[in-house]
């Protein structure tokens, strides 16, 4: 079977963490992606979080579907080399600070003289433009100026940041998007084109018409908790045995489901409950119900009967909960992949089904430089040329 992407070759020179997640995205649907790694400096993720046996298990992950090699692109060399690397490449991907690779002489009027067709994919904190374009960004300060943090946390809490790289994992699903807009547009004229992507962008298109609100109402959305200022209720509760549930009311038939089970069938009646935003105007009051509905009874009770009455809930899952549930199953959403240094390890698989060209996890991510002999070799490089480059720190 041929995978969508087959005979696209992506090179990923990118780090922490949007781009190099972009990248993996385009090769689990059959790109040949090059990761090049500083020879000295291997991409931070392999040393961030837990690790096994020395081995960085976050790098697994992000690595998957990727060749390795490494490569000085400061030194003269090593930009002549990545020229060649590139000159037959559809796809760049790269995050570092605007100008950096200018100064190099890999900008991209130098890349496209040498490949007209290339897609060069921008990934920085701030755009390539504009007063901040040249400070250091990350995807933590791009929740931070989104409005997202500010409008996360409880009403009388400080602004919340996620414990994950929530603005980067957008990114990355941008930035692939936008490659195969590229793509398609090459497909049409023949040229390829510079995609210009800041982090602080996707994240706040994420985060539903809070300008719009702003522009015609004055309206600032607050911090809510787990609640929901478009409807209720909408939290999550504690059950009797500890463990907790989530609840979503979003259509109003729902909403009447759950009051009916938790016993406040009255409550339907009031003129407020009629609309998502009259509910959330009395949050405490049905919260208050489902609260105490929900403390008397067990998690695996309380779920029984919530599908029985067809309304909308969720345990709330830690990762143990993930592996052994039985709809992650069916779906395969857990992969145990191979690995030369771990044996097996399991992760996240490809995040949607195609059911002609389905994407696919071949391996975790490799041994640092692993393939840079076989890739360079392949420009025609000889084994001499390879290990005077070596011994030069070019590779």
């Keep these: 079977m041929t995978a969508p992407l087959d005979g696209v070759t992506v090179v990923d020179l990118a780090t ?7 990248a993996a995205f385009l090769g689990d649907f059959g790109a040949d992606v090059i990761k090049v790694e500083h020879p000295a400096k291997p991409d931070p993720s392999r040393g961030h979080g837990p690790a096994r ?7 697994k992950v992000l690595g998957r579907n990727k060749r390795t090699v490494t490569l000085n692109l400061s030194d003269p060399d090593g930009a002549a080399l990545l020229r060649r690397l590139l000159a037959d490449a559809d796809v760049l991907v790269e995050n570092f600070r605007p100008g950096t690779l200018e100064r190099w002489g890999l900008g991209p009027a130098e890349l496209h003289a040498v490949n007209p067709r290339l897609v060069i994919t921008r990934i920085s904190g701030f755009g390539q433009v504009g007063p901040y374009a040249r400070r250091p960004g990350f995807g933590t300060l791009a929740e931070a ?9 409880e009403p009388d809490g400080p602004p919340t940041l996620p414990p994950f790289g929530l603005a980067d994992s957008v990114s990355a699903l941008a930035a692939a998007y936008a490659v195969m807009l590229a793509l398609r547009a090459r497909d049409v004229t023949g040229a390829g084109q510079v995609v210009d992507l800041a982090i602080i962008e996707p994240i706040m298109a994420m985060l539903g018409p809070q300008i719009t609100w702003y522009d015609q109402l004055g309206y600032v959305q607050p911090r809510l908790g787990n609640r929901s200022n478009n409807n209720a209720p909408r939290n999550t509760y504690r059950c009797a045995d500890g463990r907790w549930v989530a609840v979503s009311t979003s259509a109003q ?15 339907i009646d009031e003129p ?20 105490a509905w929900v403390a008397r009874r067990d998690r695996d009770e309380v779920v029984a009967a919530f599908e029985e009455a067809q309304a909308a809930v969720a345990p709330v899952y830690d990762v143990r909960d993930i592996l052994a549930d039985p709809q992650y199953a069916a779906l395969g959403t857990v992969r145990t992949v191979p690995d030369e240094e771990l044996g097996e390890v399991r992760m996240q698989n490809v995040p949607f089904r195609l059911g002609e060209t389905p994407g696919e996890i071949r391996h ?6 692993q393939d840079t002999d076989a890739v360079f070799g392949g420009l025609g490089l000889s084994a001499e040329e390879l290990a005077a480059l070596r011994e030069r720190g070019v590779l």
Excluded: K, N, Q, Y
């Design 364 to 369: 975790a991510g490799r041994r640092h430089g």
């Design 16 to 22: 922490l963490f949007a781009g190099p997640l972009a």
């Design 53 to 59: 046996d020395g081995v960085g298990l976050w790098w």
């Design 145 to 153: 100026m989104s409005g997202f943090a500010a409008a996360t946390g």
């Design 272 to 291: 407020w409950f009629a609309t998502g935003s009259g509910r959330a105007a009395h949050a405490d009051e049905l919260d208050a119900a489902v609260s």
């Design 253 to 267: 038939s729902i909403a009447e489901r759950v009051l009916r089970l938790v016993g406040r069938p009255e409550l």
